[in-house]
């Protein structure tokens, strides 16, 4: 199970998991949603993780999940998928100041659109929802619906050429 920062101080178990990691996790003190999309943010804490993590892999359920506000461009869409969790909906986007595309998981079944595709190449779209790093090549937004959880407070959603799904 990934560990989310509010879980983390609500068990008091925060600095325990920072110095496992190494101090590994960027600015947990304002571990908060942003009200816009801020991509410098994101940008930042994509690069933190990779720093971090450029010479092994991060054991399941070893970092914490980041909320994040981006917004950029559709540079690739995937077509759904069934998984233990649901149907899914897969895209990357581009994200100003990004060196690579950042792939973005739509849990199909709890969303309130349309059949997929319902994004496209070149679609600007503005995401909400939680970012996790696994690797290098295993990382994305998800949590990207309107659903929140114990272990995840707030509520995701894709906007694609000003249309809200979530």
Known sequence: ????????????????????????????????????????????????????????????GQHLDLPEHICGMVVHVYRAQQSRSGRHGYFLMSVAGGTTPIRIVSNLDEMRAPAWPWVKVGDQVEVQGRYYYDGPNRQGVDWTHHGTSRQWPWPGFVSVNGQRYQ
Not at 7 to 36: D, H, Y
């Open 1 to 60: 199970m990934r560990f989310s920062c509010s879980r983390l101080v609500k068990a008091g178990l925060l600095g325990f998991v920072v110095s496992i990691m190494g101090g590994a996790v960027p600015a947990l003190a304002e571990s908060s949603m942003p009200a816009q999309c801020d991509n410098t943010r994101f940008v930042q804490d994509q690069a933190h993780y990779a720093q971090q993590f450029a010479h092994r892999h991060v054991p399941y």
